[in-house]
């Protein structure tokens, strides 16, 4: 476990950005990691397709804490389809040994640690799919504003 607690991943679990609710909010999303009881909730709008608005609240182990952290850092402009990619490249990287995202996405190369612990999989993986959750009630709010 000790890997799992260097300086990089603490420096990230111990600054979240973006942490609190967000009203108004066109989407809001829920995920849990119920072998190690992390939850992360988030809120956020979309303009342009885009991530422009966006909060969180994570009651997570240090890796899901550095996880949200991550994710929270490079959020803003994102695309549904671009965390979608980078949620499969983070899984692929800890469940079959691929390589970490590339680009504004690499800080989640600190997060290779984590796969020597299968347990934690879905602890970094939840703040994606809180994200995703977001976001889907976010574009089908755009929807019903267009109609």
Same mark, same amino acid.
């Given at each position: 476990?000790?890997?799992?607690?260097?300086?990089?991943?603490?420096?990230?679990?111990?600054?979240?950005?973006?942490? @609190?609710?967000?009203? %108004?909010?066109?989407? =809001?999303?829920? +995920?849990?990691?119920?072998?190690?009881? $992390?939850?992360?909730?988030?809120?956020?709008?979309?303009?342009? @397709?885009?991530?422009? %608005?966006?909060?969180? =609240?994570?009651? +997570?182990?240090?890796?899901?804490?550095? $996880?949200?952290?991550?994710?929270?850092?490079?959020?803003?402009?994102?695309?549904?389809?671009?965390?979608?990619?980078?949620?499969?490249?983070?899984?692929?990287?800890?469940?079959?040994?691929?390589?970490?995202?590339?680009?504004?996405?690499?800080?989640?190369?600190?997060?290779?640690?984590?796969?020597?612990?299968?347990?934690?999989?879905?602890?970094?993986?939840?703040?994606?799919?809180?994200?995703?959750?977001?976001?889907?009630?976010?574009?089908?709010?755009?929807?019903?504003?267009?109609?």
């Amino acid at each position: 476990m000790k890997e799992l607690y260097t300086s990089e991943i603490m420096s990230f679990a111990a600054r979240i950005p973006h942490i @609190g609710t967000l009203p %108004d909010a066109q989407g =809001q999303g829920v +995920a849990h990691a119920r072998l190690c009881g $992390s939850k992360i909730s988030v809120w956020l709008n979309i303009s342009n @397709g885009q991530v422009c %608005d966006f909060s969180q =609240q994570v009651k +997570a182990c240090l890796v899901g804490q550095a $996880s949200a952290s991550i994710l929270g850092h490079h959020i803003m402009g994102a695309t549904r389809s671009e965390i979608r990619q980078t949620r499969e490249t983070v899984r692929v990287m800890l469940e079959e040994g691929g390589e970490p995202p590339v680009g504004k996405w690499a800080d989640f190369a600190l997060l290779v640690p984590v796969r020597n612990y299968k347990s934690r999989y879905s602890t970094v993986l939840i703040a994606f799919d809180a994200v995703l959750e977001a976001m889907e009630l976010a574009l089908d709010s755009k929807k019903d504003e267009n109609v």
